[in-house]
């Protein structure tokens, strides 16, 4: 009997990514989640902008890249602690959202309405820099204006429509390089003339920054 790889939970791998294998006929997507209970409820998103370290990429036309669309993730999901193995009760993967417990209702968190939210963001760039460890951002203004609005926050799911072979594989908050570890900063606005936060502090009409890694 083959290994399904539909099962394998990655929580504990250094890296993760988006791909596409004709071959295999197979794709990735990026599960993420930060705890936001720290910010307060009555704030103004100004930006709120994912950064993620480039690992390495393969492709076979560069013209094949397709940008990353984000989507608010409307099940809980278990991060795991399996690097690249068969997934225990409770864990992420590919058909659960919490493995032999909750289902996705789509394979891959693919339904948009129970898996996911529609996408509220902007695509990310079209043209990425592709050095190695160059940063690439994605903007989740919108969504993270709804999850401190009130919405249940269950992270974000990245995807792009990428049709033809091509990987892009970021590193994980499991990385032992702190620096290449995925990270979102947040600046808003509460209002408050004086404030002490975690990274500084604003004065009057500046906004506060927040950085979540």
Known sequence: MGID??????????????SRCVTFDT????????????????I???????KLTLESYYYNNEEDYKPVKPHRVLREWNEGDK??????DGEVNWIYA???????????????GTDIASQE???????????????????????????IAGAVNNGWLLRNEIVNEFTIVYYSDDVATV???????????????WKIGKVGWHGENKPFKWIFN
Do not use: M
């Open 83 to 88: 690097n690249s193995s068969q997934a225990t």
């Open 44 to 50: 103004t998103i100004i930006s709120s902008v994912l």
């Open 27 to 42: 794709k990735e997507k990026i599960l993420t989640q930060f705890d936001l209970s720290d910010l307060p409820s009555d």
């Open 98 to 112: 919490k493995h032999k417990q909750v289902s996705w209702t789509t394979e891959g968190a693919g339904d948009i």
């Open 179 to 193: 620096d290449y570890r995925p990270k979102l900063i947040i600046e808003y606005d509460d209002n408050v003339y």
């Open 5 to 18: 790889i539909r099962y394998y939970n990655y929580g504990a791998c250094e890296k993760s990514g988006l």
């Open 121 to 147: 963001d902007p695509d990310s760039v079209t043209d990425p820099v592709w050095d190695e460890n160059a940063v690439h951002e994605v903007d989740l203004s919108n969504s993270t204006q709804t999850i």
